[in-house]
């Protein structure tokens, strides 16, 4: 009988490094199953397509699949990269993970004091991340926090590929159903009786998926669901271990992809209060863009593929431990900051937009987004190059946003120097450098007008609870891109860089213009 390093012939055992995890499985078992609950994400869904989800042995053996001939190259192959979504664990097995788990931006806001007592929950539910808060309603102070990897990214990173599998199964409303209730019992500590309220946001897809309603809707052009309202819950109905009075809450969605987390974002950072034109944008796989004042509010959505999370790029990673985060240009050579201090593994959305900034300056990219060396790739640090496929992907994504920008103040009569404030919510909008993101045209503003403003949705979740009507959604009107006239030609306008003197001339205006009030 061959060792198996358990002791039990029907099990393997599995050490993954650096996590430090030693586990019992059995044979046979496919490394997805394992590694999706230690926070590894797959994010073609498990399809064998993306390259995403690669480990690499270090000791034992994986034949590699066709999959993995397709996806990796033949130095990779030889080096012991696998697929996780395509590898099975018929021997024992050391394997080096290639994602680890990442920070999730969460929010220290407290309630404001009021007469109601008890505890209520806010919770945002994003695609990739789920952050729940405990605060207590009589004194507003925080009680407790958690956070962890939305397990339906079992199924897919997008919002797309969730809903695609949707139409054959249940699965990915039970599983967050599950999921929530129990990041509630761990939360509450114990005083889940005290809950009298729980309040989610999230976007249009979550809204659903949770709800267990229809996505077909969403699937296709207009992408206009019927079903947008507040859902109300009770414990039972979600088997959840709260009291049968708790009010279980998911906020109403705006319209096609733009969700509640939005509709709470715009209440965290006073959009739809004064008179001055301002902006919100969540910088993400599906890009959310709120442009209004007190009169009225424009929102739309666009598809930004998931190039400010890295994913489409060719060595992208999030930003974890080993990611190049930050990338300057020092006499004509590219430095970087790594997460953790480490030696780089892969570069994260911030590191990439940085990249670009500094290719554009040192002349290694011209305006069209080609190398201007005649080479395919430049390095950044280490090992870690950016390759002339990565700044196309990066190309679709900033111009998916900036003509969204577009279209909205073209609605409105207004032009970007218009706007006083741009606030930046979301993980990647804290994290990305202004001066970079204005740098490769994804923000077509000075710098000084960005205004970081981490989780707004979970923000404006708790300035919702209590909350019984929307009036604010009468004053938001949702605007469908895609059937836009002037959408294409405003996409193809902004997938070119600007040139540098015109980041010039437009900060000079700005500074000019704050100096004269």
């Known amino acids: 009988m061959s060792n198996n390093g358990s002791g039990n012939p029907a099990k393997v055992r599995i050490e993954l490094v650096p996590l430090g995890a030693v586990l019992d499985v059995d044979r046979g078992t496919v490394l997805e199953n394992v590694l999706m ?31 993995d001939i397709a996806a ?21 097995l050391k394997l080096k993970v290639e994602q680890w788990t990442m920070p999730v931006l969460t929010d220290d806001t407290q309630l404001a004091r009021t007469r109601r007592s008890g505890l209520v929950v806010a919770i945002d539910l994003g695609t990739t991340t789920v952050v729940a808060q405990l605060l207590d309603l009589a004194t507003g102070k925080l009680l407790g926090l958690r956070t962890g990897l939305n397990p339906q990214t079992l199924h897919g990173a997008d919002v797309m590929s969730r809903v695609r599998f949707s139409f054959d199964s249940s699965d990915l409303t039970s599983m967050i159903r599950e999921f929530l209730g129990t990041m509630l019992h761990d939360l509450a500590s114990g005083r889940e009786e005290e809950i009298v309220e729980v309040v989610l946001v999230g976007n249009t897809v979550m809204h659903h998926l949770f709800c267990g309603l229809d996505t077909e809707p969403l699937s296709h052009v207009p992408f206009a669901s019927p079903n947008l309202g507040e859902q109300r819950f009770s414990a039972a109905d979600l088997h959840w271990q709260l009291p049968p009075s708790a009010i279980i809450r998911f906020l109403p969605c705006i ?11 715009i209440v965290a950072v006073g959009l739809h209060t004064g008179n001055e034109l301002r902006a ?52 004509g050579g590219m430095e970087c900051t790594v997460i953790g201090d480490v030696e780089p ?18 002349g290694i990219i011209g305006t069209s987004g080609r190398f201007t060396t005649g080479s395919k790739e430049f390095t950044v640090g280490g090992a870690i190059k950016i390759w002339q496929a990565d700044v196309r992907e990066l190309q679709l994504a900033k111009g998916a946003i900036a003509s ?7 609605r ?45 949705a979970l923000r404006g979740a708790k300035l919702l609870i209590g909350v019984e009507d929307f009036p604010l959604l009468d004053m938001i009107e949702h605007v469908g891109l895609a059937s836009d006239p002037h959408f294409q030609d405003r996409f193809v306008e902004c997938m070119a860089f600007p040139d540098a003197d015109a980041i010039a001339n437009r900060q000079a205006l700005s500074e000019a213009s704050v100096a004269a009030v």
């Not at 919100?280 to 509010?297: A, R």
């Open 412 to 456: 409105w009569g207004a032009s970007i120097d218009d706007v006083k404030e741009i606030y930046l919510s979301g993980a990647f909008g804290n994290y990305v450098r202004a001066e970079s993101a204005v740098r490769i045209g994804l923000l077509e503003t000075s710098q000084d007008r960005l205004v970081p403003s981490g989780n707004t």
């Open 72 to 92: 990796l190259s033949p130095q990779e192959l030889s080096d012991g990269w696998r697929l996780a979504c395509r590898a099975r664990a018929e021997s024992p």
């Open 255 to 265: 319209g096609g992809f733009v969700g509640s987390d939005i509709l709470a974002g």
């Open 280 to 331: 919100l944008i969540d910088l993400g796989t599906n890009g959310e863009i709120s442009l209004g004042n007190q009169d009225k509010i424009l929102c739309a959505s666009t598809a930004a593929g998931s190039a400010f999370e890295a994913g489409s790029i060719k060595m992208g990673m999030r930003a974890a431990t080993g990611a190049i985060s930050r990338v300057f240009l020092n006499h």
């Open 404 to 410: 969204g920008m577009r279209i909205l103040l073209d």
């Open 37 to 67: 609950t230690r926070g590894m994400e797959f994010p073609c869904g498990g399809l064998g397509t993306c390259g995403g989800c690669r480990v690499q042995i270090i000791d034992g053996q994986i034949a590699p699949t066709p999959d």
């Open 345 to 362: 593994r892969g570069i994260c959305g911030s590191g990439l937009v940085d990249a670009v900034a500094a290719g554009l300056d040192g």
